[in-house]
């Protein structure tokens, strides 16, 4: 190992996976590979104006908390924190033709983080943070800037430009991902091209891409489904249609079966196997629903969701009056993962 491990700038996850690979770090400049994800929380700076700065430290430090587990789930390396951001990158110290794919499924992996760690910030009294990411794949230079005695291992290219931006763009929990991204995740996703008057300032001329969901296998359990799991991860919430009852959820997965859905409890909403419920679904894009009905097939109750071990109640809807459109897109991503 060359003596560079040791300084403060490479990161500990990095330097973990060069030792356990047995490679180094080259003291010159090197042309590689990466998938990047670049994830900020919106309107970080209005946080000082309801809370001290204790508080929005704290806020924060639950916040990197659950991207760094998220990331370090799908063999991401955290490389840069800053106030209300963060940067990952898969493809370091070798890339892997999976990278890109893992990257996004890290966003999405976020994104239902996001909705798990609710009860913590209101515990701490603030309200639920929203995220942008934006996930791109290409070529870097990367090595070490400044004076001897103060190295900073850096990354340097024009992807990490157009992850930034695309990063600043999205909003509401969205992964929006460059062309090179799409092109790997595409048999794995479903994906929803940005009009260009969204990206026109910002990115002219690129093509750019919204990650509705991915399939993400479970080598255990994926033999034993009749429907395969498309993870989406997206707010919605339910309606008891016969108490009136409303409840805040995340619809987390879909497949041609129904959707699954996650609430953080059931104090004053009990609905129940066999009965039914109104699913807000505006923005679950695939469906093109603002609202449908569902039949509760399967409810169960669930003690370690997220870093904070939450208790949530995990439900499965079969879904009722759909439009044909609605029919033919949840019939296209279950071909598509069969």
């Not at 479903?190 to 990650?211: C, D, T």
Request: with cysteine; hydrophobic share 40%.
């Amino acid at each position: 190992m060359n003596d560079l491990l040791s300084q403060a700038s490479l990161h500990p996850d990095l330097k973990r996976k060069l030792r356990e690979m047995d490679m180094t770090v080259k003291k010159s400049r090197e042309l590689k590979v990466v998938s990047v994800l670049f994830v900020e929380i919106k309107n970080f700076s209005s946080l000082f104006l309801r809370h001290d700065a204790e508080t929005v430290f704290e806020i924060a430090d639950i916040f990197y908390r659950v991207l760094h587990s998220a990331i370090s789930s799908h063999d991401g390396i955290v490389s840069w924190v800053r106030e209300g951001s963060l940067v990952a990158v898969w493809g370091l110290p070798q890339w892997k033709n999976n990278d890109a794919c893992q990257a996004v499924r890290a966003g999405v992996h976020i994104r239902m983080e996001m909705f798990h760690l609710i009860p913590e910030l209101v515990r701490v009294g603030t309200v639920p943070l929203e995220v942008g990411m934006g996930v791109v794949t290409g070529g870097v230079v990367l090595g070490f800037l400044g004076p001897a005695q103060r190295k900073e291992f850096a990354l340097i290219g024009g992807c990490m430009s157009h992850g930034k931006k695309l990063m600043t763009i999205a909003a509401d929990n969205g992964i929006f991902i460059d062309q090179r991204t799409a092109f790997y995740v595409k048999d794995l996703s479903y994906l929803l091209r940005i009009q260009p008057e969204i990206i026109e300032n910002e990115l002219s001329g690129m093509k750019a891409f919204e990650v509705e969901g991915i399939f993400q296998y479970n080598p255990n359990n994926e033999s034993k489904r009749r429907h395969p799991r498309f993870i989406v991860a997206k707010i919605g919430a339910l309606t008891d249609l016969s108490s009136k009852k409303r409840k805040v959820g995340l619809i987390k997965s879909i497949s041609e079966g129904g959707l699954g859905i996650e609430v953080h409890d059931d104090k004053d909403f009990k609905l129940n196997i066999g009965e039914k419920a109104l699913i807000d679904c505006k923005r679950l894009k695939l469906l093109g629903m603002h609202q449908v009905k569902g039949l509760v097939m399967r409810k169960e109750n669930h003690k370690s969701a997220g870093i904070f071990h939450l208790k949530t109640w995990d439900m499965g809807f079969k879904l009722l009056e759909l439009t044909d459109k609605a029919k033919r897109n949840l019939h296209k991503v279950a071909t598509k993962g069969g």
